[in-house]
């Protein structure tokens, strides 16, 4: 889900309302009381929320609060898969990775990373030493 950034003026200052990729946010949080305190925080949200999220996001403001804030964070572009191999450019899915592997979709999602052509063989770990003496 696209990540959104809502600043709104409110009284004497400015809210913030922000929307992550998983529906995480909050409603509400104060962003300041002059348009470069909120301009500032606006700015750090969509660094949190929309820069590292695949799909992009927006940034909604009022004029004088939007003129402070870098052209780039107006709006970030979607960028396709979160992870992509290095090897091969094919996209990687990293909750298979990063958890130990307990649901049926997690186990699909690492058999379908390992089917990569580019997937890293079994790690293996020091050969046993075989014990050449024979024991009476």
Do not use: W
């Not at 009381?33 to 949200?45: I, K, S, V, Y």
């Not at 927006?58 to 003129?67: N, R, S, T």
């Not at 089917?115 to 024991?135: F, H, L, T, Y």
Request: glycine share 12%.
């Amino acid at each position: 889900m696209k990540s959104t950034v809502i600043i709104s003026k409110r009284g004497a200052g400015y809210t913030c309302d922000a929307s992550g990729r998983y529906g995480g946010g909050y409603q509400g949080a104060s962003a300041g009381r002059t348009p470069e305190d909120a301009a500032a925080f606006g700015a750090r949200e969509m660094l949190r929320y929309a820069q590292v999220n695949p799909e992009g996001g927006d940034l909604i403001a009022p004029a004088d609060v939007l003129a402070l804030i870098p052209a780039h964070l107006h709006h970030i572009e979607p960028r396709g898969a979160g992870i992509v191999c290095p090897r091969c450019g094919e996209p990687i899915n990293a909750a298979a990775q990063l958890a130990k592997i307990v649901t049926p979709k997690k186990a699909a999602a690492a058999r379908e990373n390992g089917k990569s052509p580019c997937a890293p063989g079994k790690k293996r770990g020091r050969p046993k030493k075989i014990n050449s003496e024979v024991k009476p």
